[in-house]
């Protein structure tokens, strides 16, 4: 009997209701409307004021589940990316499970930052491939005003909070769900994206906090030059690989870090514009939920159909990048 295959079966997503724009923005840094959208393709974002990344992540998995039309407690598994976990421990999987009442599953958070919405679907994909479980959830949540520094122009103009989730169900068509995947490291990047304070090397004091160690700090001119190489690379990679062309794939799902690596990543594969998912407009950089936030949004209003190829791509802290080749399994929206 052939192995079970990973076809994801919903979607889901929450995003809260203050927005904070670009004109928000210029009252409190030096910046401009103009400026940010040039640069990154951001208008405005999503700002969390009460509670954690637990209630993003809870607020799609509930979404999630009513579309799918299932309860809580028939979920085997909780896989959560985030770096705004709600605290060190319990994870936020605990937390999440909690929260929509998953009586029966189980569950854990992975850190892969801007990537770990892929590194988390791909660990749960296996759970399905090895015939352990019948249905996962996979959340990508993030309050990354958490830990954003709103005195520094160079990093606040680009985070957002939100979180998004898919369910993961086995599928006997080895031609649709999730077909294959590339997942990097390279921890040489630590140095230019991290958030030093707070962790075992640097445990939170007096003069972390007043060094700002406990907020993102970003060389972002380094990471761009590596971000559109690593995207670039890792999507067309997959594409060859599987003997397709970009005129094969109906959409680019790509991490919504800067349209600017986005567009660079569609050329490098041959890809139409019209054909890439991209909605950082409106949210800005929400880390592990863009990608599943853009599956939702895309999936919602019809556009993303049944039976069409997609390929996933992301690039985020580590350095850790990858990319993830789907035929759309989720039954059309109504
Ligand atoms: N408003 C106005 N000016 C700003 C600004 C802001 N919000 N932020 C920076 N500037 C200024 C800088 O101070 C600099 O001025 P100077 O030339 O006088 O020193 C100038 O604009 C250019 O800054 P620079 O950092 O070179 O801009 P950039 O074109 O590289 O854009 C980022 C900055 C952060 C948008 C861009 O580098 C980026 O997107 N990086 C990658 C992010 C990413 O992919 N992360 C990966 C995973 S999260």
């Known amino acids: ?49 009460h509670g954690a990344t637990s209630d993003l992540g809870a607020g799609a998995m509930k979404a999630l589940l009513k579309n799918r039309g299932v309860s809580a407690d028939t979920v085997d598994l909780i896989v959560v990316a985030t ?3 709600d605290m060190f421990f319990p994870s936020t999987a605990c937390l999440i499970q909690e929260k929509v009442q998953a009586k029966h599953a189980w569950g854990f958070d992975v850190s892969a930052a801007c990537s770990g919405f892929l590194f988390a679907l791909i660990t749960a994909a296996q759970f399905i491939e090895n015939g352990s479980y019948k249905r996962i959830v996979v959340v990508g949540a993030d309050k990354m005003s958490a830990i954003t520094d709103y005195t520094d122009r160079n990093t606040c103009i680009l ?22 995947h590339i997942l990097r490291c390279d921890g040489s990047g630590e140095k230019t994206l991290h958030m030093l304070g707070g962790g075992s090397l640097n445990p939170a004091t007096r003069d972390t906090v007043d060094q700002k160690m406990h907020y993102i700090y970003q060389d972002g001119k380094s990471v761009f ?18 003997h397709l062309t970009g005129k094969d794939v109906d959409w680019l799902v790509p991490h919504q870090a800067n349209l600017r690596i986005i567009d660079a990543t569609a050329d490098r594969m041959g890809l139409d514009k019209s054909k890439v998912m991209i909605n950082i407009n ?32 992301a690039f985020g802290a580590g350095y850790t990048w990858g990319s993830v080749l789907v035929r759309w399994t989720v039954e059309n929206a109504a």
């Open 1 to 49: 009997m052939s192995k079970p295959r990973a076809t994801i079966t919903a979607v889901g997503h929450y995003v809260p209701d203050k927005v904070l724009s670009n004109h928000d923005l210029a009252k409190i840094v030096d910046t401009n409307d103009e400026w940010i959208r040039t640069r990154t393709g951001i208008s405005e974002r999503r700002i969390l004021e």
């Open 83 to 85: 770096v705004t976990p």
């Open 159 to 180: 985070f957002g909070d939100a979180g998004a989730a898919v369910m993961l169900e086995p599928g006997d068509d080895p031609h649709a769900g999730i077909l294959d």
């Open 225 to 242: 030059k590596v971000a559109v190489v690593g995207m670039a690379d890792v999507s067309a990679e997959i594409i060859e690989r599987n």
């Open 282 to 313: 409106k949210y800005g950089n929400t880390t592990a939920a863009t990608i599943p936030m853009c599956l939702s949004e895309w999936w919602q209003s019809g556009q993303l159909r049944k039976g069409q190829t997609i390929v996933l791509a």
